[in-house]
């Protein structure tokens, strides 16, 4: 079963507008969440993350908004660049795994158009 | 100051033939991860070392693979007798021991089995 869903295969938004990519999840147990990103033939690169103590993270551009209720969470870009154009991953670990071993939701492709 | 490297890139083999997967992680880092990822999907949870012990196995797919890390820096992945299905991006990533600490992700790499 999938524990960490990106419902969104896909989002195209226009340059200098904002960029909200979505994330929901089944295990109450995830406590730290993360995002990362991918250009094509490289590994993930970490962008931000959030523990659930929280319900918001902001880094420059970057905002990871935390609903735990909702067991729910989203990215924010303000303003989007065509340098974010990629794959975009919500990971979530729990603190019962011990090894802080990080559950991946299918992923979500942005075009961000000049 | 040299990133999580892999190798090979790329690795063509044919049903039944036996590959090993090699990874340098970042000097230092005591935890290291394989992870893998088909294609269209997440990167999903594969193993965990903390140095040269392996502490979370639970992700292998069958007993065909097989990790190591025996000296607590690089590690080896090995398929036995590969299959079709074994054909995806196969990711290591290292972090400092803190389980919120950041992973970092080498490039991959892709295995065809044909």
């Known amino acids: 079963d999938q524990q960490v869903k990106q419902n969104s295969p896909s989002l195209s938004v226009q340059e200098g507008r904002i960029s909200i990519l979505n994330c929901d999840y089944t295990n109450s147990m995830f406590d730290y969440f993360l995002w990362y990103k991918k250009y094509p033939a490289e590994g993930p690169t970490f962008l931000i993350s959030i523990s659930s103590i929280k319900d918001k993270n902001e880094d420059g551009r970057f905002t990871v908004f935390l609903n735990k209720s909702a067991k729910h969470l989203s990215l924010h870009i303000v303003p989007s660049q065509p340098g974010d154009s990629a794959v975009y991953f919500c990971?979530?670990?729990?603190?019962?795994?011990?090894?802080?071993?990080?559950?991946f939701g299918q992923g979500t492709t942005l075009q961000v158009k000049p | 100051g040299a990133g999580v490297s892999q190798s090979p890139r790329y690795k063509v083999a044919k049903r039944g033939q036996d590959v090993a997967l090699r990874c340098d992680p970042i000097s230092g880092h005591v935890s290291l991860f394989w992870y893998q990822q088909a294609l269209g999907q997440g990167p999903e949870f594969l193993t965990y070392?903390?140095?040269?012990?392996?502490?979370?196995k639970s992700g292998l797919p069958s007993d065909r693979f097989f990790a190591e890390r025996p000296e607590g820096s690089v590690s080896t992945l090995k398929i036995q007798r590969t299959q079709q299905e074994d054909s995806a991006v196969y990711l290591c990533?290292?972090?400092?021991?803190?389980?919120?600490?950041?992973?970092?992700f080498g490039p991959g790499t892709r295995l065809l089995v044909l």
């Open positions: 990971a979530a670990s729990a603190d019962s795994s011990n090894t802080g071993k990080l559950i």
């Open positions: 990533a290292s972090s400092l021991l803190d389980r919120e600490e950041t992973q970092y």
């Open positions: 070392f903390q140095n040269e012990a392996q502490l979370d």
